[in-house]
């Protein structure tokens, strides 16, 4: 058996989205795709209502992106978002819910991005995002891919998808059945897709800016908060 899910998708309750829980669900079943771990930013505020949309033939996994000190991190599987730490007491928190750490884009330095500790990281986590498809250079999932090898670490795939024509764009392939903790334990996972998806960015920074100028408008309106 051969299962596709998208570990890494954004919805509106994540400042650079602005995809409700509704359009992410159906992106997920018209993408094709088996499951997808939705990873908003420090929450899991919308995991409920993506499940309550989805077919019963997709998966959602509850995740987190997690904000450490240095970069970002998935939890997925968890009840309740980790806090925003040193990486490794981040991946102490995941494990102590049963749940898995991923490094999430670890080493594309026009984002967060992992520096220190290394090794001790390496020891810790379960696995490595791979293949993200917001990596807009090639040689940042490359490095990615290839610090997973050497450290003997499972790869994973995600889309990142901040709107709902990206979901799917990369994802992870899931060999055999059971749940996606155990394949990822097994190392049952290979990461498919590709990255250099730079127009995301763009469409995300607009999201930002017109966000942050109808909150401005808001203020200065009469009413508004000062």
Known sequence: MIRRYDLQVHTDASPCSSTPPERVATAAADAGLDGIAVTDHDTLANVDAVRDATPESVDVISGVEVTTTEGHLLALDVTEPPPQADPLTVVDHVHEQGGIAILSHPFDSMRQSYEMNLDALAEAIDGVEAVNSRCVRRRFNERAAAFAADH?????????????????????????????ADAVHDGRVQPVGRGRYF???????????????????????PGGSP
């Open 152 to 180: 003997v670490l499972p790869a994973t795939g995600g889309s990142d998808a901040h709107f709902s024509m990206e979901v799917g764009r990369a994802y992870t392939r899931v060999e055999g059945d059971g749940s996606l």
């Open 199 to 221: 127009s995301g960015h763009v469409a995300t920074k607009v999201h930002q800016f017109r966000t942050a100028s109808g909150r401005i408008v808001a203020t200065l309106s």
